[in-house]
């Protein structure tokens, strides 16, 4: 298949004209389905005009169209985690855990970064911590910062990419 070797959206038109798209979903590094759509006429398209306008048939630039289907397999492949990973994220931590991010994150941050990937919420981690909660909005900012990203949940997928086997 086409797109379990390329693992990447794959245009055809069918007979009437229209242009689909098939999107490959992997979980644990495996093909498990494939995300189909369109029935977009694109400048190439060979559809009367009282067909599009009857059917209300969108039209868009086949380059477009292939960027949202990229922009789809980029969010397919988020989707593609180990789910044993994500179980365990909320096992204790241990002084590896903490230097999983190799020196970018201060003590406290990484100690934060840590509570944050077990699921806990700033307040949570406030209590845990015996700190303010304007304190952990402050480490929060400072992590998502340093490690440029751009909220909490890329932050747990980046320490599963780091970690695999936590």
Same mark, same amino acid.
């Given at each position: 298949?086409? =797109? ?13 004209? =229209?242009?689909? *798209? ?5 979980? %644990? ?5 494939? !995300? ?7 400048? !190439?398209?060979?559809? /009367?005009?009282?067909?599009?306008? @009857?059917?209300?048939? /969108?039209?868009?630039?086949? $380059? ?10 980029? &969010?397919? !492949?988020?989707?593609? *985690? +180990?789910?044993?990973?994500?179980? %365990?994220?909320?096992?204790?931590? &241990?002084? !590896? +855990?903490? %230097?999983? *991010? ?5 003590? $406290? ?10 699921? =806990? @919420? %700033? ?6 911590? *015996? ?6 909005? &402050? ?8 490690? +440029?990203?751009? +909220? $909490?949940?890329? =932050?747990?997928?980046?320490?599963? $990419? ?5």
């Amino acid at each position: 298949c086409f =797109l379990k070797k390329t693992q990447q959206i794959k245009l055809f038109t069918c007979y009437l004209g =229209l242009t689909y *798209f098939m999107c490959p979903v992997y979980y %644990n590094n495996k093909l498990v389905a494939i !995300a189909y759509g369109g029935g977009i006429a694109t400048e !190439a398209h060979t559809v /009367p005009q009282e067909i599009i306008e @009857s059917y209300n048939i /969108p039209l868009m630039p086949q $380059r477009k169209l292939q960027r949202i289907g990229e922009l789809l397999v980029q &969010t397919m !492949a988020l989707v593609n *985690f +180990d789910l044993n990973v994500v179980e %365990n994220i909320g096992a204790e931590k &241990t002084e !590896a +855990d903490l %230097n999983v *991010f190799n020196g970018i994150l201060s003590r $406290r941050e990484a100690e934060v970064a840590m509570l944050i990937c077990q699921g =806990l @919420s %700033n307040k949570q981690i406030a209590e845990q911590l *015996f700190i303010s909660e304007k304190t952990i909005k &402050t480490h929060v900012s400072n992590i998502l910062s340093k490690l +440029d990203i751009k +909220d $909490r949940m890329q =932050l747990i997928l980046e320490y599963c $990419r780091i970690v695999p086997n936590a």
